[in-house]
């Protein structure tokens, strides 16, 4: 059953040639889905130096052997490819219905290689392949490109995963939109389907998913809407989305504000849950079969800016990407940058990060207003945001250099060894300063695609007797409350664990949202879905091995990538303290300390500690060793 | 709220608490509270809403855990750290 629900499609759009099978079961429960299926494709039919924009380049774009049931917070598509951001394994996830939609067509997964001549779309209705011509689609923004296929195909449920101009445009940070408000929004993969030529992946299924256990699915599912959703996680989710953490870290300081330069935002009450829900939002979404509906909406008609609801809304990440690191305060202004990137399928984090990193290149002196092509780049000035995303999503002007992402911008620059550049392995760091929560300094430093915070430990949900970590999650092994701050061994081992959750629950195509500590369904019932959906016995322990496998794959891609222990590190700046705010004068992160928690990590994993390489016998023991190469 | 709220004594420790929740008439200005007391005492004593576990507690500024001994006035606040963070 498992094996002919999650059928492997394989596209070469040079050669145009299609092709399926389907996977082992024993395979599958080695490697479940998402990253698990990528990585050692990657790895095999990817040769070491790649251009992650040549055609040779392989996009992965998958699912999980769960995908498509009708379970609570399990809707996400995982998108993995060599980033052209960082030049390391690269992968994204997003919520919404296209995964489910894939199932229900027939496929668990699509590997796609090679580049089509001239723009095309590929589309998969109930087993059938096609790859379509897509040349009046080239150029359109999200919406009218999805307006515009569904209206050919005739055809409203069609679910559509597609690029915007950013990504047609090669832009290193364009992102990949389902629904037009779920994206793939990290390293860069919208510009490696630009790559490819490839606008759009449009799906329609109607084979409903079969289950081995469909009252328990909806047992989970009746708990979640009921019972979870009292509990703090979820009835805060529902509420507020992930919005209040504005005001949790303006208020401890640790608010990314000015390019990181301050902890606390002047204009933090304009950018408040409470103010966005009055001026911006509307309603908030769900995404397929969840009952958490944490997504946010926002609709504006004003004098000044238009912004249609079915782009979604600004969360946390874009309000402070945009808002607090900038400087920008205006909802308004905010809900219609946020629009425009989701129109062009721009990374709102990257983004905002490298407009940060220029405007204070021109506040410190090193960049001025006419290599701004004219415009007044500096921290505040919100009317220079929506020219700047024009400028960039059609690498116009500065907008060119700024398309290559921070680190290529400050390198085209000789900027790139001042101290305001705030990326790991070339990606823009997400908005969770790593000065107040150690386990995200070292997610930052560690994560194999670049700074990213989703699998990151978020320390304070293991700070005390009574954190949730503690208290609902005490089948992940830790049972005693870690100090936020410390980077000593509990805290790597919490770290460790925790990375291990995480990529498990992302390889499952599960929303980090849904589940302890982030979340409000507890780890046993985790375990419990799987094993409905897929009728195996199967533990804790073993899908946790499964995550690990995919730590070390990745490990190794990024080793024959060139990548060393010395990619392992931390912006300069969360070695210092804060400047402003409660937490003025402290807070910067120990260097010695912070060498020592890599370095045990590195032990806990089984890799050499100079050459960062997985150990054989480690990888023997994870089934792995066929992976272990010279060097 | 705990007897201490309301017995000021000259043993006792005056804490300030700086509610940062937005919802300011939720939780007293200060508290009492026996010498030797902990921060866990402290939070014991309040009325969070969401239990104490969905709360962070800088002390004077600081992040501390919850075994911290308070001392006379010493200010609380306390932030809401939901999701993600």
């Given amino acids: 059953m498992l094996s002919q629900q999650n059928r492997f499609l394989y596209i070469d759009l040079s050669s145009k040639t299609i092709s399926s099978k389907e996977p082992e079961e024993t395979f599958l429960r080695s490697f479940p889905g998402g ?3 990528a990585l050692p494709y990657l790895l095999q039919n990817l040769e070491p130096g790649t251009d992650a924009l040549s055609p040779d380049n392989i996009l992965a774009v998958t699912t999980s052997v769960i995908s498509g049931a009708r379970g609570p917070a399990m809707p996400r598509v995982i998108v993995c490819s060599k980033s052209p951001l960082t030049g390391s394994f690269g992968e994204s996830e997003a919520g919404g219905f296209w995964a489910p939609e894939l199932k229900k067509a027939g496929f668990g997964a699509i590997f796609i290689q090679g580049r089509a001549s001239h723009p095309v779309y590929i589309l998969i209705r109930d087993g059938q392949v096609e790859i379509r011509e897509a040349g009046h689609l080239w150029g359109l923004e999200t919406g009218s490109a999805q ?5 050919e195909l005739d055809d409203q449920r069609v679910r559509v995963l597609q690029i915007g101009p950013a990504g047609e445009n090669l832009v290193r940070y364009a992102g990949i939109v389902n629904e037009l408000a779920h994206f793939n929004g990290r390293n860069g993969l919208g510009a490696v389907m630009g790559s490819k030529n490839l606008k759009a992946i449009a799906v329609r299924g109607t ?3 079969r289950v081995a256990d469909p009252e328990r699915i909806r047992s989970i599912n009746a708990w979640t809407a009921k019972e979870g959703l009292q509990k703090p996680q979820g009835a805060t989710l529902r509420r507020h989305g992930t919005l209040p953490l504005v005001r949790s870290f303006q208020e401890m300081g640790a608010l990314p504000t000015r390019n990181w330069t301050r902890g606390t935002f002047w204009g933090g009450e304009e950018i408040s849950p409470e103010n966005l829900h009055e001026t911006i939002y509307i309603e908030p979404k769900s995404c397929f079969a969840c009952p958490i509906r944490c997504k946010r909406r926002a609709r504006v008609d004003n004098e000044q800016y238009t912004v249609d609801p079915r782009f979604g809304g600004p969360e946390y990440e874009t309000v402070a990407a945009l808002g607090s690191v900038l400087e920008i305060a205006d909802p308004y202004l905010l809900a219609k940058a946020n629009e425009l990137c989701n129109r062009y399928a721009l990374d709102t984090i990257s983004l905002g990060m490298t407009v940060g990193w220029l405007m204070e290149a021109v506040e410190r ?22 020219p700047l995303i024009e400028k960039v999503a059609h690498r116009e002007g500065i907008g060119d250099k700024m398309a290559e992402g921070s680190l290529r911008l400050a390198r085209s620059l000789g900027l790139e060894n001042e101290d305001f550049l705030l990326q790991v392995k070339g ?8 000065r107040v929560k150690t386990g995200v300094a070292l997610q930052y430093a560690l994560s194999d695609y670049g700074a990213d915070h989703l699998v990151a430990v978020h320390d304070f949900s293991f700070a005390t007797s009574d954190s949730p970590g503690i208290t609902e999650a005490s089948g992940l092994g830790i049972f005693q409350p870690v100090d936020p701050l410390s980077l000593g061994p509990e805290k790597v081992r919490l770290f460790y664990y925790m990375d291990l959750y995480w990529s498990l629950v992302d390889m499952l195509g599960m929303c980090t949202f849904g589940f302890v500590p982030r979340g409000p369904i507890p780890v046993e019932m985790m375990i419990d879905l799987i094993r409905a959906v897929t009728g195996w016995s199967v533990t804790l322990w073993e899908l946790m091995k499964a995550a690990e496998r995919t730590i070390h794959l990745a490990r190794l891609f990024n080793l024959r990538e060139g990548f060393s222990p010395a990619d392992d590190c931390l912006p300069p700046r969360f070695f210092t303290d804060f400047k402003d705010g409660p937490l003025a004068g402290k807070g910067g992160i120990d260097p010695q300390e912070f060498k020592e928690a890599v370095k045990l990590r590195y032990e806990f994993m089984g890799w050499d500690v100079v050459t960062g390489k997985p150990r054989l016998e480690r990888l ?12 | 709220m705990s007897s201490g709220a309301e017995k000021m004594g000259e043993e006792n420790l005056k804490i300030w608490l700086k509610d940062k929740r937005g919802d300011p008439d939720r939780l007293p200005e200060k508290i009492f509270l026996p010498p030797g007391s902990r921060l866990l005492e402290l939070l014991e004593a309040l009325p969070l809403a969401e239990g104490a576990g969905y709360y962070t507690i800088m002390v004077n500024g600081e992040i501390k855990s919850r075994t911290v001994e308070l001392k006379d006035g010493d200010e609380i606040t306390i932030i809401h750290l939901p999701v993600g963070g």
């Avoid at chain 1, 307006?147 to 209206?151: A, C, E, N, V």
């Avoid at chain 1, 023997?620 to 060097?631: A, S």
């Fill in chain 1, 35 to 37: 990253r698990g299926w």
């Fill in chain 1, 147 to 151: 307006d515009s296929l569904r209206q």
């Fill in chain 1, 207 to 209: 084979e409903e998913i």
């Fill in chain 1, 365 to 386: 002196g090193f960049l001025g207003t006419e290599d701004c092509d004219g415009l007044e780049v500096r921290f505040g000035r919100g009317e220079v945001l929506l």
């Fill in chain 1, 427 to 434: 990606q823009e760091v997400p908005m969770h300063d790593p």
């Fill in chain 1, 620 to 631: 023997k023991e994870l089934n792995l060793e066929d992976f272990f190469g010279p060097g």
